[in-house]
């Protein structure tokens, strides 16, 4: 059963709009939400993270917006660079219990 | 700051034969989680400790086992290996309490043949 989801697997951008990554999760109890980037050969990257008691969090280009009775979070990148291209994985996780569940990644290309 | 080492890179191994990796912490980290990551799965989560105890696993066979040591690095055991078993295997270490952001290392790639 997968708890995490992200429906899209691939996403291709122009370079200077916006990328919004989507990711959707069922357990209601998640209480704590990252997103990492990864590129090949490499460990995930840490960008962001959002606790429900929020519903937006900022850092530079990267936002993330966090819908709880739609249970569903995305990230926002304005504006893209074709650096950011890479595979984008949420995660969430339920306080006390130490374990992330992530989701299966959203593989972002921006063109220049 | 050092980040997270894990060793080896790259790994080949036969079916039935066990392996053992390792994953050394940033320094002042004491919480360790092991994910594996095959392609369409995303990262599958193993098993985390925390000052030499386990605090939660995943769900995997018992062929996946772990430990931690007082020196907070990490070892992850998988006996008698299975083709299925060739993955990406990532460790991550954080501060260890809740809200914690995990830094990952750059995983060992096993291959069984």
């Known amino acids: 059963d997968q708890q995490v989801k992200q429906n899209s697997p691939s996403l291709s951008v122009q370079e200077g709009r916006i990328s919004i990554l989507n990711c959707d999760y069922t357990n209601s109890m998640f209480d704590y939400f990252l997103w990492y980037k990864k590129y090949p050969a490499e460990g995930p990257t840490f960008l962001i993270s959002i606790s429900s008691i929020k519903d937006k969090n900022e850092d530079g280009r990267f936002t993330v917006f966090l819908n709880k009775s739609a249970k569903h979070l995305s990230l926002h990148i304005v504006p893209s660079q074709p650096g950011d291209s890479a595979v984008y994985f949420c995660?969430?996780?339920?306080?006390?219990?130490?374990?992330?569940?992530f989701g299966t990644g959203t593989r972002l290309k921006v063109l220049a | 700051k050092a980040g997270v080492t894990q060793t080896p890179r790259y790994l080949i191994k036969t079916r039935g034969q066990q392996v053992t990796l390792s994953c050394s912490p940033i320094?002042?980290?004491?919480?360790v989680s092991w994910y594996q990551q095959t392609p369409g799965q995303g990262l599958q989560f193993l098993f985390e400790?925390?000052?030499?105890?386990?605090?939660n696993k995943g769900n995997f066979p018992g062929r996946f086992s772990g430990r931690q040591f007082s020196n907070s690095r990490s070892e992850m055991n998988v006996s008698t290996l299975e083709l299925g078993d060739s993955a990406l295997y990532l460790c991550?270490?954080?501060?260890?309490?809740?809200?914690?952001?995990?830094?990952f290392g750059p995983g060992t790639r096993l291959t069984v043949l």
């Open positions: 400790y925390f000052s030499e105890t386990q605090r």
């Open positions: 991550a270490s954080s501060l260890g309490g809740d809200y914690n952001e995990q830094f």
């Open positions: 995660a969430a996780s339920e306080g006390g219990t130490y374990k992330y569940i």
């Open positions: 320094s002042g980290h004491r919480s």
